[in-house]
């Protein structure tokens, strides 16, 4: 059985559970009551269906934790036969599983939860709650168990996959930011002293004419060459954004690109001031792939970037009103979209992309926001649309 197939079949399970436990309340409720809308015989006969037909485990303790029911086919997975265990303590069968003694004592005390489970090398979800009698006092715990191991073993797998990519993109980041300052600190600096030397030859009033055009001729060249190599550092990794914040980083960007189709306005209502790097550097890296995606298929006029801080969420909106296009037409090859879904979801966030021919399109994240000196969790909790 793959892992999808032991995700489909958790729903399913999950499906009758909720179908068992309208079940179950129907059987306890009073004489009278209007959840009593079928005769008992057919909702015993439901019960049982669902317990003889599907891998989960149906238990009940009494009040002193003596179990007094206890079916399913799921037992055989616990090396029991359903009713083998009637009448032993759960505490002596399984008093030594973390979490189950406080679980019984927390049921027992009128309490209803789930939790999740580690008994003889599965993995349960467990769902409970306590029972009463006519008078309200608790006289016991039902509940009701599933095996969710294969979906416990792909969701391990996974959270492994996510934290290699999270290495993978610290390192990568870190590999930029080093080549930026090798850029930096060598050949714009050598450059930036060629083009001074240059230009100081130019003050002199003997040179001759010719001599001056190729040496004018010189110095522009050098010149557009520490332009273009201080734009790939900027690139690369803008130092802005290591010493002044993300914030910074982003007007930088948008400075850089004046005077450009499309124009680009922006508005930030954060409350935070510098957060974790790896955070700052995916929030730059995802409005900079959008602000590129902008100008290089959008044609239009304007756009806006949008950072709104909502308790500790941080969303990002990046929009134009250019042609549009129809997001279900574009192919896994257009690394760009796909980048900024990757980014997001790695960090625990989600990225929505909206668009439609003619109708211009927004590039929506949200992020969970980090401040600085707290360690950032690579984790799976956001989606991808």
């Known amino acids: 059985m793959t892992a999808e197939d032991s995700v489909k079949t958790r729903d ?20 009278g009551d209007d959840r009593r ?42 090396g029991w036969k359903p009713g083998e265990l009637l009448g032993q ?3 002596d069968v399984y ?85 930026a300052y090798e850029i930096h600190d060598g050949l714009v600096q050598e450059a930036t002293a060629a083009l001074m030397q240059l230009q100081s030859v130019l003050q002199s009033r003997h040179l001759p004419s010719a001599v001056r055009e190729e ?22 990794r803008p130092p802005i954004l290591d010493e002044l914040g993300v914030v910074a980083a982003i007007e930088y960007l948008i400075e850089s690109r004046a005077g450009e189709r499309p124009s680009v306005k922006l508005t930030t209502q954060v409350q935070f001031d510098r957060l974790d790097p790896l955070l700052e550097a995916t929030i730059y890296r995802i409005v900079q792939g959008a602000i590129t995606n902008v100008k290089r298929h959008s044609q239009s006029d304007r756009s806006e970037i949008r950072l709104t801080q909502v308790g500790d969420r941080l969303q990002i909106e990046v929009e134009d009103w250019g ?32 668009s439609a021919p003619g109708k211009g399109t927004r590039v929506f994240v949200d992020l969970p926001v980090v401040p600085a000196l707290q360690e950032l969790a690579i984790v799976n909790s956001g989606s991808m649309e």
């Open 37 to 78: 809308r079928a005769p008992l015989g057919d909702n015993e006969s439901l019960v049982q269906m669902i317990v003889a037909n599907a891998p989960i485990i149906v238990f009940a303790v009494d009040r002193a934790g003596t179990i007094t029911f206890s079916e399913g086919q799921g037992l055989e997975r616990l």
């Open 95 to 179: 008093g030594e599983v973390p979490g189950v003694e406080e679980e019984l004592f927390r049921a027992l005390g009128g309490e209803p939860g789930t939790v999740r489970l580690k008994l003889g090398g599965l993995v349960l979800e467990v769902w409970y709650t306590p029972l009463r009698d006519q008078g309200g006092e608790v006289v016991g715990v039902a509940g009701m168990a599933i095996d969710v191991t294969g979906h416990e073993r792909a969701e391990k797998r996974l959270r492994g996959g996510q934290r290699l990519m999270g290495q993978m993109l610290q390192s990568h980041e870190r590999d930029r930011r080093l080549i």
């Open 323 to 354: 042609i549009g296009f129809d997001p279900a037409g574009v192919g896994k090859d257009r690394f760009g979209l796909q980048g900024i879904r990757e980014r997001a979801r790695l960090l625990g966030g989600r990225a929505v992309i909206s």
């Open 215 to 236: 040496v004018q001729l010189a110095a522009n060249l050098v010149g557009r060459s520490v332009a273009q190599a201080r734009e790939l550092i900027s690139g690369l």
């Open 12 to 31: 399913e399970l999950l499906a009758e559970l909720r179908q068992l436990r309208r079940q179950v309340a129907e059987l306890h409720a009073p004489p």
């Open 89 to 91: 303590a759960v505490l």
